[in-house]
């Protein structure tokens, strides 16, 4: 690639390298941080992903020793031959990331004669023609080495041996192990292997390809066809610090309101007000917590955006605020297709002003979705945003808390939108196969920027399709899955790979999206559902799935694992405060505790919630005891008390209604009494729940609305204990008027009741 290297020239934490063919820049970043850009299309380097100057002052040594360059800072080197083929190493000269030296070639060529014969059955053999994209970077693997992250992708944790396409797609067919695509482009993966770790972000909003070793084993490979060479190395070492280089580069989660980490109940098929206040009242006679009710299309008129049906709610701002009286928050669904009819406002405004794509002569491009033929928002024109973002004030006013941003692949019901069709990005024209990975994460930015102007409270976006950076606008859901034993098992890894992939505050539809849904399907994904940062259930118009709708057993186990979730609240907002700060997801694969442990490495159906809490849930259908894996440790069953000691795999009893979790030892876990909702009952008294061990905990309380805490409005304590029973309790931030009255401290079946309504320093020995 690129031929033999000519010259170089530093500038700051830039150094230019020119080869025969092409200018090469590598920018440092930070001293972890550095990105890799060739204009290959004549354009200036621009992301979607990165927002504002990342560049932090960083000392950079640049020197040229016989056959190659050399840029060092204090813990990453990199070396650039000829080629540009770069190698990087850390501090200690431990190489990290090699490019591949040889052709790339398919490990096993099957026979020309093999591959005719099973097209005739229309068999695809998956061998695609021997050929190179014209970015291509290939990066040799170990046989140890093992990939992660990618966003949304189907099949396991561990992602070596599979190759996956970026390119935003609605497929409402079963999504399986061999799907190269989902509604969410990623670029970003780890690796780890016995040479450590590192991370890589292809910075290409086109239509890219990945291949994880599964061409050849020797090589992994990143590409795409247009646009420009780009890509990010993280050099620090382990997974934690790689994230947090990632988030800090394309944004961080931010703190939400606390009535979002409540249970959410939704479903394609509640069409009329009373179709929605029944739901509320059956959440309350069934005494199952819940915060939110999501409205999917039907609330609209004839599915336009920015309207309300008058015919099927008499006045939707009273029946929003009946609700809000009982607890409930309304959010709603909002698409980008905008139905093509001259008498309605948004599509009159957007004519008028200018704001849908167009083709390539010039007229508006229209496509099916919804509403039927419809038209595109452009987004990537920050004055279509910027309307966008203003239309929200309609659904600010009637009273809706919440915006879910959906089919912003953008979703087309009549093919693909044809790649020449005309968009912006930063404003410049472009096409859609430029714009099309960002789309959804455009429209998510506008959303976010006007709800945060006209409700004023942390915006709650939920969105289908994202680009790196969307998880500092919105949350997500993985679309729509099925009512399939497969989809629950593969919730674990999506939701893990989402997470390390920056993109953390995620769920799936509990129950399942399509198909019919069984009571111990139900049951066991709640059971999973509750650990999720985003805990829905959403279906489609298939068999109902509310808790209620097969028989009490089944309402009753929902119903234990909502109000665990009610009752870990204050622990799973630490978790938000924490991801604010460093990125590191809620939902966390075994690995990204336990690096050493091999046995981590490829655990698909175990996880952490935090660094405190293990569930082994059972996804197989006719379970009732299955085989857990407990790390390094020592470790207390949260059902049964008992202590156990790892590393240990063992046989677990779980019954219908027992989802195996495990709690580590030291750990300090912060728990709310079960309420209706969020904010139903003053919180005055904090439980903690104590393993005995060494542990440090900090716990943050706010008011869980606004934006104060920015301004220090906020209360932090410091929680320790020792394996002695020495528990003591300090403020280490005390901004936030309103703190606990009480700590009742739980710990070995007993409880001791602190009162820290003064002072600021506590102890006792439990
Ligand atoms: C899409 C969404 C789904 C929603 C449906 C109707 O299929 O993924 O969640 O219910 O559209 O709006």
Same mark, same amino acid.
């Not at 084993?217 to 994230?243: M, Q, V």
């Not at 948004?346 to 979705?369: C, L, M, R, S, W």
């Not at 429209?443 to 680009?467: L, N, S, W």
């Not at 990125?583 to 046995?599: F, K, Q, S, V």
């Given at each position: ?272 007000? /009373? $179709?929605?206040? @029944?739901? !509320? +009242?059956?959440?309350? *006679? ?9 409205? %999917? ?107 879910? /941003? $959906?089919?912003? @692949?953008? !979703? +087309?019901?009549?093919? *693909? ?9 930063? %404003? ?339």
């Amino acid at each position: 690639m690129f031929g033999k290297m000519l010259d170089f020239k530093q500038d700051g934490q830039r150094v230019t390298v020119t080869f025969v063919e092409k200018e090469v820049m590598i920018s440092v970043y930070t001293s972890t941080i550095w990105n890799v850009f060739v204009s290959m299309d004549g354009s200036i380097q621009e992301s979607n992903a990165i927002e504002g100057n990342k560049m932090l002052d960083t000392a950079v040594k640049v020197e040229q020793i016989e056959d190659h360059l050399e840029i060092s800072t204090d813990q990453v080197t990199a070396k650039i031959y000829d080629d540009c083929k770069i190698d990087f190493y850390d501090g200690a000269g431990n190489l990290k990331c090699e490019d591949y030296r040889g052709e790339r070639k398919y490990q096993s060529i099957l026979s020309q004669e093999m591959i005719d014969l099973a097209k005739q059955e229309g068999h695809d053999l998956g061998m695609r023609e021997d050929f190179h994209y014209k970015i291509e970077v290939v990066k040799s693997v170990c046989a140890d080495e093992c990939f992660y992250g990618l966003g949304d992708k189907t099949g396991f944790l561990n992602k070596r041996g599979y190759d996956y396409e970026m390119w935003n797609t609605d497929n409402p067919m079963p999504h399986e192990d061999n799907f190269k695509v989902l509604y969410k482009s990623i670029p970003f993966f780890m690796s780890q292997s016995s040479r450590g770790t590192y991370g890589i972000f292809f910075d290409n909003s086109y239509h890219s390809y990945f291949d994880m070793a599964k061409e050849n084993d020797a090589y992994c490979f990143f590409g795409a066809d247009e646009g420009n060479l780009d890509y990010y190395y993280f050099g620090a070492d382990g997974f934690k610090e790689i994230i947090k280089d990632y988030t800090y580069l394309t944004g961080r989660t931010p703190l939400p309101q606390l009535w979002t980490l409540g249970y959410q109940q939704s479903r394609w098929g509640y069409v009329t007000e /009373n $179709d929605v206040r @029944e739901v !509320a +009242s059956k959440m309350r *006679e069934f005494r199952i917590p819940c915060d939110v009710i999501h409205l %999917d299309i039907d609330y609209m008129q004839g599915y336009r955006v920015f309207t309300w049906n008058k015919d099927r709610y008499k006045d939707p701002k009273q029946t929003i605020s009946d609700l809000a009286k009982d607890g409930f928050k309304i959010v709603t669904i909002i698409d980008p297709g905008v139905k093509k009819d001259e008498d309605y406002y948004i599509y009159q405004e957007g004519v008028e002003h200018d704001y849908f794509a167009k083709t390539p002569k010039g007229e508006i491009y229209e496509n099916v979705v919804w509403p039927g033929t419809s038209v595109y928002p452009d987004f990537g024109q920050r004055r279509v945003q910027e309307w966008w973002s203003d239309k929200h004030k309609f659904l600010v006013d009637m009273g809706v808390r919440g915006i879910w /941003n $959906d089919m912003n @692949e953008p !979703a +087309s019901f009549e093919g *693909e939108l044809p790649p020449e069709v005309v968009f912006h990005d930063h %404003d410049k024209e472009t096409t859609h196969a430029k714009i099309h990975n960002v789309y959804g994460h455009l429209m998510c930015q506008a959303t976010y920027e006007g709800m945060r102007k006209y409700d004023k409270r942390r915006p709650f976006v939920i969105t289908r399709a994202c680009y790196s950076g969307t998880q500092k606008y919105s949350t997500a859901w993985t679309g729509d899955n099925h009512s399939l034993w497969s989809h629950l098992r593969m919730a674990i890894p999506q939701l893990c790979n989402l997470g390390l992939s920056g993109m953390n505050y995620v769920g799936t539809d509990i129950g399942g999206f399509g198909s019919d849904t069984t009571k111990e399907l139900l049951c066991r994904w709640i059971q999973v559902g509750i650990f999720s940062p985003l805990c829905r259930n959403h279906a489609a118009a298939v068999r109902k799935q509310e808790p209620w709708q097969f028989d009490t057993e089944t309402a009753d186990i929902y119903r234990k694992y909502v109000e665990l979730r009610y009752q870990l609240i204050p622990y799973l907002y630490d978790l938000f405060k924490e991801t604010q700060s460093t990125g590191l997801p809620m939902i966390r694969p075994l690995i990204l505790e336990y690096p050493e442990d091999a046995a981590a490495r490829q655990l698909n159906d175990e996880f952490m919630f935090g660094s405190s809490i293990l569930a082994a849930p059972v996804v197989e259908q006719g379970q009732t005891a299955r085989m857990v894996y407990l790390p390094e440790g020592t470790w207390v069953d949260y059902h049964t008390g008992e202590t156990i000691l790892g590393p240990i795999r063992f046989i677990k009893d779980a019954p219908l209604d027992i989802c195996p979790i495990y709690l580590k030892a030291g750990s300090i876990i912060p728990n709310y009494t079960v309420q209706n909702y969020i904010g139903e009952k003053e919180q005055s008294t904090l439980i903690l729940q104590v393993i005995k061990g060494n542990g440090t905990y900090y716990h943050y309380q706010d008011d869980g609305e606004s934006f104060a805490y920015e301004n220090g409005v906020y209360n932090e304590y410091k929680f320790t204990i020792t394996d002695q029973g020495l528990f003591t309790a300090e403020m280490t931030a005390s901004g936030y008027k309103n703190r606990y009255k009480k700590l009742k401290v739980v710990y070995e079946n007993r409880e001791v009741l602190i009162d820290i309504l003064e002072g600021d320093h506590w102890s006792v020995l439990l």
